[in-house]
């Protein structure tokens, strides 16, 4: 009889959690669904706007039945919201899939990953308008790990205008974050010191990964350093002295398509260690900037404009990469942004000696100035690219007619697919795109996800 027992105790506790649709048509609905929800239900958003404020989350999801908020039709389906941060993560086991979320002018946060959010799990989503669409932290000494971040769009229709930081992807500690075939562009920060990232993981975190993401810094607006991926981002740790925390460990970059980051490197390595950048695409931007003492990657096989450029006692090992610019001309963005501002301050300061139209004439020079080191092949050398393929500023990385493909001598064996997820061949082709099975259609990543919600581009 103890033994019957015990056998049904074990059926009832292995049996699957049932999963249940959980339909909700407005706000209070959507608040209460979240409020009690358990492991395998699913919200499922109904076709509306849904103006929402902040919202924390801690109910958990299970392993084998996480809790999923979904859109019936992502399309006819909008939230909006001008909170600081919008989903407040603190639960592990959540996905969040199909929705459109815009942000205000006030908006910092669409996600707010923290603490207990371990496996969350974002994907097929459409992003407009925060300082930092996804940011990750610790909390109460626990940071979320094994985050997956995949097949979303990121981006902001205008410049942020404000002093703190612009991110879309901004991560803070956490191990085995996983981004991967996202859409991400057009993060300027208008305010403070106007650098910004597409993506960064920093903070301390290990083992996370940069895989077949389209980035485009400048898509459709302009302007300041907006640097493309990164590990280590501007860095967390307010230290300078040997013993400072690493930002990232053994992280790996591969097979992204970085474009039009003109100001900044389109890969960036900042106090992180054994980072791999693999198979990467680079164009319009100023290559793969390692910098500070404690820094160490192994770069290999990429395409690029510009160079792998080394700073403050960064090391690396580099190998079998094509670079159409110096290393030592990623400095003359700084420096001639530092040139224009001597000029302003010139300006201001003698306003009654020097015309303003001689101002602008001097500046418009620089600019002209910028403009040709960037295509000319002592500068970044984006010819050389623009030589080779159709359209690169547009990510149509398709080959000009006649044109070989360019190959390298060794394969690193560090990335056994390419951008589209095809197997690569024997031929060995730098970069993100592998060209022995024919063209990859770059700009597929970004319109499928567009299209899903009905966005123009």
Known sequence: MRSFLILVVLFFVSMPTMARDVSVADV???LQAIKVAKPADRIVLQPGRYRLKKILITRPGAANAPITLTALNPAQTRIETDATELFKLDAPYWVFENLDIRGGKNAHHAFHIVGRADNAVLRGNHI??????VKGNPQKKLSPDNVVITGNA???????????????IDVVGG???????NFIADFSKGGGDGISYGAFLKGGGKGGLFERNLV???????GRRRVGLSFGGGGTFRCMGPDCPLEHQKGVM???????????????????????????????????????????ATVQNNIMSGAVSLRQEAEVKSDDNIQTGYAFAAYSPGAIRKLKERVSDYDAKFSNWIEKADVMKMHSTMDGFANWLGRSSIGRGDEVLQSLFHNPGMADFSLQKGVAPPTVPYDHGAVKTDFCG?????????????FSTGPCDVLALRNRILDRFGVGY
């Open 254 to 296: 591969r097979n992204n398509v970085i474009i039009n980051c003109p100001e900044a490197p389109g890969a960036y390595i900042n106090r992180s260690r054994d980072i791999g950048v693999y198979h990467n695409t680079i164009f319009k931007s100023w290559g793969v900037m390692l910098r500070f003492k404690d820094t160490f």
């Open 128 to 133: 407009v308008g925060f300082h930092a669409s």
């Open 216 to 222: 485009m810094c400048e898509w459709r607006h302009k």
């Open 175 to 181: 191990d085995n974050w996983r981004i991967t075939k």
């Open 154 to 168: 990121f981006y902001n229709e205008a410049p942020r205008e404000t002093a703190e930081p612009v991110t879309l």
């Open 422 to 434: 095809r197997a690569r061949g024997k031929a060995i082709f730098p970069g993100a795109i592998d």
């Open 28 to 30: 209070p609905s959507l």
